[in-house]
């Protein structure tokens, strides 16, 4: 069984991709190009994801504004919103898809927590679409701004047969680790719908420590990739965190002045032509079991290291829970689904999954039982 230590790029770019990678005016002009056509609108490459997520915002919406977020979502979407001046509403989901739907949003809207609120990002959590022909319509029946994060869906299609990122007023994507598109590091916003508020489009150069890190990180998970082979690749990677070598995802800071690096133009060029061809499946899948801890040992015993769950709280990671004030009345469905979820990243082969699904069967939660 070979040992697998999430997080550790098993599915990134290349050691010689990001360390040799130029990124010429040339190629960031393709990457414009490529992005400005495939998504209809104007694209502004950012720092990160949730930069972009923040720029969409300030195009449209205005400082205070109540904004609709899945109830269900990375910290970096909360920081987004907040940093944008605005107030995020965490919607609950539901337990087939991880997004909400039309029946949650409008009992929200009908409550004195979502009455009047302006903006809507729609999510595809995991990769999983949600019903857009509805949410579409609810966001015209309430005169609310459509905004679609890709972090986890660019590439995949609504049920009606249109891509993702080709519906609402913005369409953001995160290139960061282990992302639909990932390059390590770097975002972009698309706008599409006349924009109501200036922005300023990012004008600072990368930081050179972060360049270096993002060059860096794919050399680092090679290392600890093999060290794992004789159990020491995470010692390795505990190592790397604690000295500042490699920086977890969620650490990222929000910085909507700073460009990404341009060495990620080639790859990202690469990966959206590739699923435009092959069209994206869900980057995770999920299921729910009981007594996780449990199963989470067993599986870390048998090599299979998925303890980097999306997510383990409903705005993750845990370490940045506590201090947002989560709604968990509001959203009984995601606190359920967030203690018991486990997802299985796309990356392994299904026959390599064999021996992980049968430690996981025992403990899955079937219908009906008792929530
Ligand atoms: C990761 C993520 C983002 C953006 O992340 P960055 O780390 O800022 O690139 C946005 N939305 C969701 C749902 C995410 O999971």
Not at 224 to 243: E, S
């Amino acid at each position: 069984m070979k040992r697998y230590y999430l997080g550790l790029n098993v599915n990134g770019p290349s050691i010689s991709e990001c360390l040799f990678g130029r990124g010429s005016k040339g190629d960031l002009r393709e990457l414009n190009e490529l992005l400005a056509r495939k998504y209809r609108g104007t694209p502004i490459l950012c720092k990160n994801g949730r930069s972009a997520l923040t720029l969409a915002l300030k195009a449209y919406l205005n400082g205070g504004d109540k904004i609709i977020v899945n109830g269900f979502t990375c910290y970096a979407v909360y920081e987004a919103v907040v940093g944008a001046g605005m107030t995020p509403i965490f919607a609950d989901i539901n337990e087939k898809d991880l997004n909400f739907d039309i029946k949650t949003l409008e009992k929200l809207v009908a409550t004195p927590t979502g009455r009047g609120a302006k903006g809507i990002i729609v999510q595809n959590t995991l990769g999983n679409a949600v019903d857009m022909e509805k949410i579409e319509k609810f966001a015209r029946d309430h005169n609310l701004i459509l905004i679609e994060d890709l972090a986890h869906s660019a590439g995949a299609k609504y049920y009606d047969g249109r891509e993702v990122g080709t519906v609402g007023a913005a369409t953001v994507l995160s290139f960061g680790k282990d992302k639909a598109i990932n390059t390590i590091t770097g975002g972009v916003v698309i706008l599409r719908a006349p924009q109501k508020n200036e922005i300023e489009a990012p004008f600072k150069t990368s930081k050179i420590s972060e360049t270096l890190r993002a060059r860096l990180y794919p050399l680092f998970c090679g290392i600890c990739r093999g060290l794992n082979h004789v159990h020491l690749g995470g010692i390795m990677m505990r190592f790397f965190l604690a000295t500042h070598l490699v920086e977890k995802s969620a650490d990222s800071r929000l910085d909507i002045r700073r460009k990404p690096p341009k060495f990620i133009a080639k790859i990202a060029i690469q990966q959206i032509k590739s699923f435009h061809h092959r069209g994206q499946p869900a980057i995770r899948e999920f299921c729910l079991v009981k007594n996780r801890v449990e199963v989470l040992s067993k599986l870390r015993k048998a090599g299979y290291f998925f303890d980097a769950l999306w997510y383990e709280k409903p705005v993750s990671p845990e370490r940045y829970y506590k201090e947002l004030k989560f709604p968990e009345k509001q959203c009984p469905v995601a606190v359920e689904v967030a203690s018991k979820i486990i997802n299985l990243p796309k990356y392994y082969k299904s026959k390599d999954l064999n021996v992980a699904m049968s430690i996981i069967k025992p403990y899955l939660v079937e219908d009906g039982d008792e929530q």
